[in-house]
Nanobody, 120 residues
Framework: VQLQASGGGLVQAGGSRGLSCVASGRTLSSYAMGWFRQAPGKEREFVAGISSSGGRTSYADSVKGRFTISRDNVKNTVYLQMNSLKPEDTAVYSC??????????????WGQGTEVTVSS
């Protein structure tokens, strides 16, 4: 499965941004999905995950209550709605298929990232 994330850009602190991840090649409904991010000079970190049906979600503590992951299996798309953004949310955000949990080793497919920059 091929994954393509989009929606990144420049946003002011306190603002909102929505990211999308479109899958091609195979139906997305077969996979749990996750969002990860990597800030400059830092390791990649888990942001949020969602089960294949959308019935279960998981979040990193740093984004809980601010970010929402969702999916539309008809559109083969996973979303990440980011609210109350902080400068420390600045990173390249990538989507991945295979799990809804935080361990990157559980994911089989990775997409190219989309960059989000939060200005203070």
């Amino acid at each position: 499965v091929q994954l393509q994330a989009s929606g990144g850009g420049l946003v002011q602190a306190g603002g909102s941004r929505g990211l999308s991840c479109v899958a091609s090649g195979r139906t997305l409904s077969s996979y749990a999905m996750g969002w990860f991010r990597q800030a400059p000079g830092k390791e990649r970190e888990f942001v949020a995950g969602i089960s294949s049906s959308g019935g279960r979600t998981s979040y990193a503590d740093s984004v809980k209550g601010r970010f929402t992951i969702s999916r539309d299996n008809v559109k083969n798309t996973v979303y990440l709605q980011m609210n109350s953004l902080k400068p420390e949310d600045t990173a390249v955000y990538s989507c991945a298929a295979g799990s809804l949990y935080s361990s990157a080793s559980n994911y089989n497919y990775w997409g190219q990232g989309t960059e989000v920059t939060v200005s203070s």
